[in-house]
């Protein structure tokens, strides 16, 4: 379909987003469905987040995606937020209500979504690797599904300790935070039923990188389920890791896919065609 002055505009919000597959998988489904809509990547230099989210309304944009760094820094600038965004402390949709700028977050949810897919039951502890507004989404999504225990590990402790803070506040489930280090990650990993990278690290163009090492992997329980929210690469070098070790591991491809089905239907008010999305996105992975 070609753009008109009926087109409808949506897009992505991140610093860096050359590696992003949303507007190929928006752009896509909204064809399938025959919708007159056209999804952008919106490249937003840090100081200019305020501007870039004001333009929402000048524009009359109707709605965004938000990715890294900005899913906690958007909160200021937004005039509501959903229970879910609200509990989690993490914004990773933007809907435009008539200029009323309301955030949601479906990341937490369509990572779920992803693990029932799998036939995975969710139980017991998790280890998330990194404390950001992924983490925090999917850590209330899964205190919400039945998780009683987590840790957070990240780089700033401090960051750590208020993820962990907001889980424990707003669900039935301890939480602890620690300054990440390979002594406290052992002692974490061998403990755990899930453990999460929810850091970037490992991502397209950086694929050689990892945030745990192979020792880390080695010491892990059987049994534990390894998760890597990166879909590109869709196997990282933390889950070649895990599947050599004979663990169940989980790419962030599901999560991607039904992170954005739900935000395609706050977008279009359309049912997703979700089975569409995940294979367009699957087969320009493997195409690469």
């Not at 052992?186 to 999460?196: C, K, L, M, N, R």
Request: a neutral charge.
């Amino acid at each position: 379909m070609i753009p008109d002055n009926q087109t409808r505009i949506l897009g992505v919000m991140g610093e860096t987003l050359a590696h992003s597959k949303s507007p190929l998988m928006h752009n896509s489904a909204a064809r399938e469905l025959g919708l007159n809509y056209v999804y952008l990547a919106f490249e937003i230099k840090p100081g200019n987040l305020a501007q870039a989210v004001a333009a929402l309304r000048v524009l009359n944009i109707r709605g965004v995606n938000v990715t890294i760094p900005y899913k906690e820094a958007v909160l200021p600038f937004l005039d509501e937020l959903s229970d879910t965004a609200a509990a989690c402390g993490a914004v990773n949709l933007i809907i435009n209500h008539q200029g009323c700028l309301k955030g949601y977050n479906t990341d937490g949810w369509g990572f779920v979504r992803s693990l029932q897919e799998e036939g995975i039951k969710i139980r017991g502890r998790a280890l998330f690797i990194g404390a950001g507004g992924a983490a925090k989404s999917i850590a209330y999504a899964l205190a919400c599904s039945g998780i009683k225990e987590m840790v957070f590990l990240d780089l700033s402790a401090g960051k750590a300790r208020e993820t962990a803070t907001a889980i424990e506040t707003q669900c039935d489930c301890s939480s602890r935070a620690e300054a990440i280090n390979d002594e406290k990650a052992a002692y974490y990993g061998e403990q755990a039923d899930f453990i999460i990278n929810t850091s970037p690290v490992g991502m397209y163009p950086q694929e050689q990188e990892t945030p745990m090492k192979e020792e880390f992997v080695n010491r892990v329980k059987p049994g534990t389920v390894l998760c890597d929210i990166i879909y590109n690469p869709l196997e990282t070098r933390f889950l070649r890791y895990g599947r050599a070790r004979g663990l169940k591991t989980v790419n962030g491809l599901g999560m991607f896919v039904f992170q954005g089905a739900l935000s395609f239907e706050h977008f279009t008010g359309q049912s997703p065609p979700v089975e569409y999305m995940k294979a367009v996105v699957y087969n320009s992975l493997v195409q690469k």
